[in-house]
Every structure is written in structure tokens, then in C-alpha cells.
């Protein structure tokens, strides 16, 4: 893909969830987490690339999970990928200029999750590297335990109860593996839970069943806003009273395309669609999510195609990192922000050259309202606000004219196209309470 701003490969998806007067919030933070400054818990204003925001990375890794969580130029690695991705991971960091990883988990040691550990292991000095510590005999364990030996990188074996001192500001809490090992490989993942303000992940590997019971026997407060699902979605995993008790808004899924597995199986994919929003490697190739620690945007490489092209990846890093957009010629429209109660639109142009969006449309949920812009050009590093009422354009600000409120103050989705008719960005908001 040559241009990513005229290819729907971009969903922006941003969620609101405290806001303001909310008496009942389901993802009230159990504890206080943050030493930074405490988020704001207005959804106004959600885009801040230069601020302090936590960034979750779900890459595209076909049948395998690799994780980047980056905080104020820290980076945190969760498993690789199979073998033949570790040049995929590798240039994926680097595109984002990461030269240092502070630290690396390896869930455990299966192939789709530390295969592709090598290449990393050569490529990036690594401040700590931390490992299940349940054994395994396999070649590409024994070589990565070797690697990491004559690097000299210092290995360290986690266990629940214990946290991963990445940033004062970022919570990261080991719920597995349980003191005693399981028999089983995938049930001895390390499960993390990483929660930046109020906003929660749940990374839970390849852990299963038995580790859902575990660490909700062992008392741990799974409710997470952002599931990593366990094992690709196989039904060894993914409980119905485990999902529930997490009840995730995102679920996000890593799994190869037609992978050999059946996964995600199809029970799995029901609940979790039922419970939250699924997002899929296969499908959506690449997710990520940016958080402030009281909001947070999904976005995506895909949109609707199973294909895994990677021109998306540039935009990506513009809107996730700006401070990091130097390789960046492109340019990449997309909605920002969408005020349910205030009733305007946000568009940004993060690219590097100016897009004309004549004859472009705004449409809301279900298309029952449309605007089309005029003749108007939106400079690079520019947003536009789209007002529903009435006003005088200007070159930050347009009237879509309407007489009355269009959007749905509990939930409501604005949709960008093109020119052509394409979707090129779509907004979702919506209250938790
Ligand atoms: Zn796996």
C-alpha cells in the first residue's frame, strides 16, 4: 500500500470511560496506581502525541503474540513471534527508533512466543530479560537461554504476587505463573496486568482455564478494560465466568491467518463478541492502543481485509508517537476526536503534506446524517474541527448546518470517506455509566 490516507486501513476507536458525573464506573482503578499526574477525567482532548501516554503495540505476528508497551522512551517487550518474525519485531521497533528494550518478557517457551527472541536479542541492548522459569528442552529455548547468557543480560525467573519495575507510572502486576508449576507449558505463562491511570490490560499468553481459576481464587482483580485473550482464542482458554469477571471492553486476539489450529474457535469468538469489541492480527493486522490513563484509542493497519500489508505502519507511528515521525512522508487523514455532548468532529492530518478533502463525507452511526466537505485543504500536522450546528467556516472550523443535536450522547460513531466512497477513519465514543 503506497498512500495509507486513501486506503480504509485505519480505524480509530476511542472510548470513553469516566467521564465527568459518572456515579457507577465499572473500571474504577482498585487501587492507587499513579504517582504521575492524576488523568484527567474529562474525554476531551484524547489526542495528546506529545504527552505522557502509555502505548500498547499488538503485533502482527501471524500465529504468535509479540507485545510492545512503550511509556516516556521506555519499552517493554512481551514475547517474538515465531522464527521467521523476529526481522518483522525487530524492524518494527526500530522503525519506531527503539534502540534499548528495558525490559523483555518471555510468556513461555513455545515457539510462536519466543521464536523470533534471537534476532531481538542481537539487534537491541536489553536491561532485563524475564522468564516463566518453567523449563523446556527445546532447541530455540536453549539457544535463547544462551544468547541472553553471553550477552549478559540479566535473567530474571517472575512468579505471582510479584510487579515488573518498568515506570513508577505503570503498574505492572505479575498474576501468574502460581507458586507451584503446572504441567502444562501454556498454563505457566506469565500473566501480567498492566494498568497506566484507569486504564487496564490483561496479557494473559497462552494461560488457559486453569491459570483463570487460579488467579481469580487467588483473589487478583482481573477487571481489565483491554484483554489480551489467552492461547489465540483456543477453547482452552477464554471461560465464560472468566470473561465476565474481566469484562473487557477490547479483546484482542493475536492469530495467524488460516492458521493450522482452528483459531480463534468460533465458541471462544462468540463470548468474547458478546462480552466486548474483538480485534484480530489476522483481520486488523497490527493493533494499537494509546491511553492517557483516562481514555484510550484502538487503531489498526487493516481495515476489513484479511490481507497483511504493512503500509499502514508509517501512519501509525505518526499518530501513536509524533515524536518519532521522522520517516514519515506520507500523509494520513483521520478522525481524532468526536464530542457526543458538544457535537463536533475532529479530523487530523498527521501526515506531512497537505490533503484536499473536497468532496469528502462525515457520515454518523447508521449514515443518517451526512456532511460533505467544501473546498477545503487540510495542512499537514493541521485538524479541523466539524461543528453540527451553525457558523461561519474558517480555516479550523466548519458548520455542518444543522438545525438540531445529530449525535447520540451515549454512543455514537462518526465515519470519514473520501472522495471515492472509501472509509479511510471511523470514531466510536461511547459512556461506561
Ligand atoms: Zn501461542
Not at 502444562?184 to 488457559?208: P, Q, R
Request: glycine share 8%; proline share 3%.
Amino acid at each position: 500500500m503506497k498512500s495509507s490516507h486513501v486506503i480504509g486501513t485505519i480505524i480509530c476507536l476511542s472510548l470513553i470511560l469516566i467521564t465527568a458525573g459518572c456515579t457507577d464506573s465499572t473500571d474504577t482503578p482498585s487501587e492507587t496506581t499513579s504517582e504521575q499526574n492524576t488523568p484527567t477525567t474529562t474525554a476531551q482532548n484524547t489526542y495528546t502525541p506529545s504527552g505522557q501516554n502509555l502505548t500498547v503495540h499488538f503485533l502482527d505476528v501471524g500465529q504468535g503474540d509479540s507485545i510492545l508497551i512503550e511509556y516516556s522512551n521506555k519499552a517493554l517487550l512481551i514475547d517474538a513471534g515465531e522464527s521467521d518474525q523476529g526481522q518483522v519485531v525487530t524492524s518494527y521497533l526500530q522503525d519506531y527508533g527503539i534502540s534499548t528494550l528495558d525490559y523483555i518478557v518471555a510468556t513461555h517457551p513455545h515457539s510462536d512466543h519466543i521464536g523470533g527472541m534471537d534476532d531481538v536479542l542481537n539487534n537491541f541492548q536489553v536491561e532485563h530479560f524475564v522468564d516463566s522459569g518453567y523449563p523446556h528442552t527445546s532447541k530455540t529455548y536453549e539457544n535463547m537461554l544462551t544468547s541472553i547468557d553471553q550477552k549478559d543480560i540479566p535473567f530474571e525467573v517472575v512468579k505471582a504476587g510479584q510487579t515488573i519495575n518498568f515506570d513508577p507510572a505503570v503498574d505492572i502486576e505479575v498474576l501468574n505463573p502460581a507458586s507451584t508449576y503446572s504441567d502444562d507449558l501454556n498454563e505457566n505463562s506469565v500473566v501480567l496486568k498492566v494498568t497506566y491511570g484507569e486504564t487496564s490490560f490483561l496479557l494473559m499468553g497462552d494461560a488457559g482455564l486453569e491459570t483463570e481459576e487460579h488467579i481469580m481464587e487467588a483473589g487478583y482483580d482481573v477487571d481489565s478494560d483491554i484483554l489480551k485473550v489467552g492461547h489465540h482464542a483456543s477453547t482452552s482458554g477464554s471461560g465464560p465466568t472468566f470473561v465476565s469477571t474481566v469484562s473487557p471492553d477490547i479483546s484482542i486476539i493475536e492469530v495467524g491467518t488460516e492458521n493450522s489450529y482452528g483459531h480463534p474457535h468460533s465458541e471462544i469468538l462468540k463470548r468474547l463478541h458478546e462480552a466486548s469489541t474483538v480485534y484480530r492480527t489476522d483481520l486488523d493486522g497490527t493493533i494499537v492502543v494509546t491511553t492517557d490513563g483516562s481514555t484510550y484509542t484502538v487503531m489498526t493497519e487493516n481495515f476489513g481485509t484479511t490481507s497483511s500489508g504493512n503500509g499502514a505502519y508509517s501512519s501509525m507511528v505518526s499518530t501513536t508517537e509524533e515524536s518519532e515521525t521522522t520517516s514519515s512522508t506520507e500523509s494520513s487523514v483521520y478522525v481524532t476526536d468526536l464530542n457526543l455532548q458538544e457535537e463536533w468532529i475532529q479530523i487530523s492530518n498527521i501526515g506531512s503534506s497537505p490533503v484536499s478533502l473536497d468532496g469528502w463525507e462525515i457520515k454518523d452511526e447508521g449514515s443518517k446524517h451526512t456532511y460533505t466537505f467544501p473546498s477545503y485543504t487540510l495542512n499537514a500536522g493541521s485538524t479541523v474541527t466539524v461543528f453540527t450546528g451553525k457558523g461561519a467556516d474558517s480555516a479550523a472550523e466548519l458548520y455542518w448546518q444543522l438545525d438540531d443535536p445529530i449525535l447520540n450522547n451515549d454512543r455514537d460513531t462518526a465515519y470519514l470517506y473520501d472522495d471515492s466512497g472509501n472509509l479511510i477513519s471511523k470514531l466510536e465514543r461511547w459512556r461506561i455509566c
